[in-house]
């Protein structure tokens, strides 16, 4: 599963260096899990779904399915912050 969390700079500057527990806790998973964590960096826009704004974009016809350029081009070749789940991902 991933999430995504609020953390204080400093308490993730704590987390980074945390060294796992010789024993398997909960509170260690949870350490390591934010310690190793993707930093999403600060400054980024929103988080949205390509596949969805694409069908939104079809649909009210401001690209067409074969386009194969332009607007589809430029949101397909977008930074991705996340990448996507593939067991969900749609094309």
């Avoid at 079809?58 to 074969?66: G, L, Q, R």
């Amino acid at each position: 599963m991933q999430i995504v969390i609020d953390i204080l700079d400093d308490d993730y500057e704590r987390l980074k260096v945390y060294e796992k527990a010789p024993f398997c806790s909960l509170t260690s998973r949870v350490y390591e899990a934010v310690a190793n964590g993707l930093l999403i960096p600060k400054g980024h826009g929103d988080l949205i779904d390509r596949n969805e704004l694409n069908k939104d974009l079809i649909a009210n016809e401001w690209i067409t399915d074969d386009d194969g350029g332009g607007l589809e081009e430029i949101l397909f070749n977008a930074p991705t912050i996340i990448e996507a789940d593939t067991e969900s991902e749609e094309v």
